[in-house]
Structures are given as C-alpha cells and as structure tokens.
C-alpha cells in the first residue's frame, strides 16, 4: 500500500528541506532496514548533482535526488517554496505535457540508436514520471529504443555507457548473503523481479553482468505497457562469472572476471536467491526468468513453477505471442491449428516452448496429442531432430519431438520433405531463412505462415522484406524485432507485426500480480494467447499484421490482465481474496499514474503570510 506523505510526516519538521524532500517521495521513509531508515536520506543531499553524493551513499540518495531534479520546471511555485528550492530553478513552471514535448524535440536530436538509449536512461534517472510518460505515449517509436533491438546494443557496450546504478547486481560471491543484500535495496514493496544471469542475452549470447539491460528493459515495459508501479520492479542479475573471452579481457568489463560458475554452486546459488527473495518480499514477489542459457532456463523452470510464482518469459512468454499470432494467422489462411504442419528452426527456450504450447491448442481443438506432436518437425544444429538419432543426446523436452524418420541434415531439406504451412525460427542464426527456403515456401502456399523470432534484428531469420519479396507478397510475416512498412508490388501497404514477448508478459506480469497467483501453470499462457488473438482486427490483419498496433499494447495488456485474474479466481489460483466484483475496475485502481503527484498536499494552502497547516 502506497500512502500519503503527509500521514508519513510529523508536520512540523516539513519545513526543513531534507525532509521535505524525503517526504516527497514518501517510499523511502516508510520501508525497514531502507538506507532511508537508517537516517542517511536526512543528510543534504538534495542540492547537489551525482558527483556530489557522498561516497557510500545508495540509491535512495540518488532516487532522493531525483525527485528534485525529477519534476524540473514542473514544480510549481508553491512547490519551490515548501521544499526551500525557489530560485534553483527558472522562473518558468511547466505543464507535463510541454515536458513531453521537449523530450520529443531532445530524443530527435540525437540520430544514433544508442545515444537515444542513453537519453531515455538519462530521463529514466531524472524523472521517473516524465520518462513513462513519455514512453506510454510514444510507445511504437521509443520501445526499439528502451527494449528491442536497441537494448541489445546496449549490453554489448553496457561497460562503456554506464552511468548510474539501477537494481541488483548479486554476485556468486554473495553466496550466503544474498537476503542481506536484498536488504540493501531501499524500496520494500517488491512486487515483481526480471532476473537474468545473462548467459543468452536475446540472441546474442553470454553478456555477462553486462545483461543488465535486459531486466531494466523488460521492467520498463512492466511499467510503460501494464502500469505496474516503478518502485514494485526490481531488475536483478546473478553474476556468476562469464565464457566470453572479450568481455573478460575488456578493461570495462562491469562484471566478474572469472568463468561462469555451474553446478552444485550455481544450483545452491539460486535456490538461496529464491529463497531470500520470498524471504524479502513475500511468496507472492513475482520472478520473472529471462535470458538465462537453455539448460539452466528448462532446469530452473521445472525446479522452481508450481512452488515460487515464476515464470520464464523466453520460453513461456515467447510461447503465448507467437501463438497468438498463429491463432491470429488462421483467420487468414482459414485453417485449424491442427491443420498445420510446423517447422521449427531451433530447438531451444523459445521454440521448444512454442511447440509445446501448440501441441496443447491442438489438442483444445480437439486432436490427440500424438497427432498434434506428428505436425511439429524441429531442426536443431545436427538437423532434424529425430528418433534414434545417430549422435544420441536428445534430451527429453527435444525427444517428445523426435519423427520417427531417417535424419535430414539441412533446413532446407527438412522444408523440402515436410512441405510446411508454417516456418517458425528461433535460433538465432540470422539469415537462416534464405530465398530459396522463403520461396519453396511459397511453392507450397497460397499464403505462407512465416515467423522470423530472433532478436536482435541483425539476428533474425530473414527480413520481413525477404519475406515478402520471395513469396509474391503472400507471406503472413511475423518477427521478433521490428521492421518497417513494406509496399506490395500491386501498392498494398504491409505492416508486419512484432511477435514479441512484449505483447504478453506486461499483461501476464499485471494479472499475477493482482490475484496474487504463484502457480502459474501453461494454461494461463494459452488464455493469454487466445485473449490477445481475439484483440487482432480484420484491419490488422488485412494489412499483414498478426498483432494489434504498438499503440494499442497497453490496453492489451489491461485485458490480458483481466483475463488471467478471472480465471485464477475461477481455477482457485487467486490468493488475494474476496474476489474483486469489478475485475477490471480493481486492476486499474493498483496502476501506476504517470502524472505528478503535486509535492505539496492539499491540506496546505500558501497564502502571502507563509505555509500554513490548514485544519483537517
Ligand atoms: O527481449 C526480447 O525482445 C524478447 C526476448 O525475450 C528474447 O529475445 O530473449
Ligand atoms: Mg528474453
């Protein structure tokens, strides 16, 4: 529960600054064993710049700081006087809206990718509110920026562009200590955790602690697309060391320098990081898996679903979007699911989780599972994956997808053999998607179902241009990252839609958080799926899109929400009780509002004799 500063605040102190200001943002007063508690947000430090905090002094300063820096020249005059900062600022007060306005005009200043990145994180430190503002409205153009492809580049170079601290980096060497640590983060009504140990970082492999973005990025959107409040996100990564030989010899490497820990240790590691986190902030803290390499992902995932509310957001969330849009395809090509035979490029976290949640809307269209499994053929490294395969080693979430035929060894042949209606790739080999297989699949389709999931962009399969352009524009094209408009030779403009994670786990992530839910078993994914099909309209789908607009995503994500609350009550998963009577009514009211919250309660009024405490 959030509550009002001035129930926080003995009146009488509110006229020195430092408190003032603390009781602006009323957080970081009310939470235990907070640096904030322990009497170090009463030091001055409100006046001063990132140089000029203390050395030893967290984030609660530097969120303190914010909340100065934060509304700028929005703080009215009012504002100014009460919290002792008139004349720090210009004489000019500010609408929000005309902040807005002036990050459109800063962002565009800049013309590279990354240093829009560096901007938003930069107004993201600054003002919290302004940044999801601005974000919310804007979201088709600035979510290439903040999330992907974009964020993808900023792991890459996380070392360079550093510039401020933001969640939790929780080293192996923390092993023993990791609730102690949890302890040092000064907000305590924790709700949700994007956690990362950056072994597979999109899909541009081990980043190390230099994952980060990932678990800022995917909070960002917790906030932007679904409302959840900033202070309830805590990004984390694990750092367990990294494989990758240039980020250990890279002078601004920010992580462990030492090869990844796995094992017995790693395995004692993350049970002691569940265990403090529940310990922290309760069983109903959401943990949101992500970017994790494939065997810890599969391995952590069953250990953990069903006991803690987890889930992994590569395999499970990259599962429900993408069938959405399959869902989504079959209005178009006026087919049942089943009717489908699908090829997988990859056989990792994201297509064997998409494969597996096929097999279960099959079988809720009413064929057998084994039929259902008989429609997916899947192609890793050795090529298709087969029964008895000669190498051996299929492990057992590749084996309930293994033919019952001779090995193949190319894609290409395997598209040839099983004349597919839908390829899907998933393992990030950018390009693996050639003329030659887009066209073989137009030979076999009136209307190709073609789906280019990895991320980044430079990762993906094949361009929505490739596509089209190879397939007579009859291509139904869906990818991971985004891509721009493509003209039709007949003038039709296309606007592919962006099967990305994104559409489901802000939604997804707000409905558990809600009902308070921590099994959060495969079925939520598929209504999840279904619920964000049904959001696609015949004009979305008449200009090639398997999705609704950017624009709409926060709305999708409300109803999405909705969705996983009812049914959680239905299905006895709900453990906040009574049940709501207003499902959607009783979301909103737990989301965040991105305008300001006027510094100055109301109880005060400022007439020309100075502050006065009205009578309540
Ligand atoms: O982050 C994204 O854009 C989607 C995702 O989870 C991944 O590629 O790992
Ligand atoms: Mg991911």
Request: with cysteine; proline share 5%.
């Amino acid at each position: 529960m959030e509550r009002d500063w001035w129930q926080l605040t003995p009146r009488r102190d509110l006229y020195s600054v430092p408190e003032c200001l603390a009781a602006v943002d009323s957080r970081h007063i009310s939470g235990g064993n907070s640096s904030a508690e322990r009497g170090e947000v009463n030091e001055p430090f409100l006046l001063v710049d990132e140089k000029h905090i203390p050395a030893g002094n967290t984030s609660a300063h530097i969120i303190g700081v914010n909340v100065l820096y934060g509304t700028g020249l929005a703080f009215t005059i009012e504002e100014r006087q009460v919290l002792g900062i008139h004349g720090l600022l210009p004489a000019r007060v500010k609408s929000q809206e005309e902040q807005v306005q002036l990050c459109k005009l800063s962002i565009e200043r800049y013309e590279e990718p990354l240093n829009k990145y560096i901007y938003l994180m930069g107004l993201l430190d600054r003002n919290e509110h302004l940044f999801y503002r601005f974000l919310g409205e804007n979201v088709a153009e600035m979510m290439p920026i903040v999330y992907t492809p974009t964020v993808g580049l900023a792991c890459q170079k996380y070392g360079l562009i550093y510039r401020r601290p933001r969640g939790l980096f929780i080293t192996i060497h923390d092993k023993g200590h990791v609730y102690e640590i949890l302890k040092n983060w000064p907000e305590t009504d924790v709700r949700a955790i994007v956690v990362t140990d950056g072994e597979r970082i999109l899909g541009l492999g081990d980043l190390g602690a230099c994952g980060m973005g990932i678990p800022v990025g995917k909070l960002a959107l917790y906030t932007a697309l679904a409302g959840i409040k900033p202070h309830q996100c805590l990004p984390i990564t694990l750092d367990v060391g990294t494989n990758t030989q240039t980020l250990l010899d890279d002078p601004l490497y920010i992580g462990l320098r030492q090869k990844r820990v796995r094992g017995a240790e790693y395995d004692e590691f993350i049970q002691e990081f569940m265990d403090a986190v529940v310990r922290r902030f309760g069983q109903n803290c959401l943990i949101q898996f992500e970017d994790f390499g494939n065997a810890n992902a599969f391995r952590l995932l069953e250990m953990y679903r069903g006991k803690y509310c987890t889930f992994n957001d590569d395999i499970q969330g990259t599962a429900a979007v993408a069938v959405a849009g399959l869902l989504a395809s079959l209005r178009v090509t006026c087919k049942k699911l089943s009717e489908n035979t699908i090829v997988f490029q990859g056989a990792g976290e994201a297509a064997l989780g998409i494969a597996e949640l096929c097999v279960m809307a099959m079988k809720a269209e009413g064929t057998s599972e084994a039929d259902a499994r008989a429609r997916v053929w899947m192609v890793d490294s050795k090529g298709l994956i087969v029964k008895d395969r000669p190498e051996g080693g299929l492990n057992k979430h590749k084996e309930r997808f293994a033919q019952a035929r001779a090995p193949v060894r190319s894609l290409a042949e395997v598209v040839d053999i099983a004349k597919p209606s839908v390829l899907i790739g998933a393992a990030a080999i950018g390009g693996a998607f050639t003329p030659e297989i887009l066209r073989r699949m137009g030979e076999f389709n009136d209307k190709p179902v073609i789906f280019a999931l990895s991320n980044p962009t430079s990762k993906a399969e094949c361009t929505a241009e490739a596509a089209y352009s190879n397939t007579d524009d009859r291509a139904i094209f869906a990818s991971g990252s985004p891509f721009p408009e493509y003209r039709t030779k007949d003038g039709r403009v296309l606007r592919p839609g962006q099967g990305n994670n994104s559409y489901i786990f802000p939604g997804l992530a707000l409905g558990i958080i809600c009902a308070g839910i921590i099994d959060i078993t495969d079925d939520f994914m598929l209504l999840a799926a279904e619920s964000l099909a049904g959001m696609v309209s015949d004009s979305d789908l008449s200009h090639g899109g398997l999705y609704p607009p950017l624009a709409q995503i926060q709305d999708c994500s409300v109803r999405i929400a909705k969705k996983i609350v009812e049914h959680a009550y239905k299905t006895g998963k709900a453990s906040v009780q009574p049940q709501p009577l207003d499902t959607e009514a009783f979301i909103r009211a737990q989301m965040y509002d991105v305008r300001y919250n006027s510094a100055v309660p109301p109880v005060y009024s400022w007439p020309r004799d100075g502050p006065r405490v009205d009578a309540i």
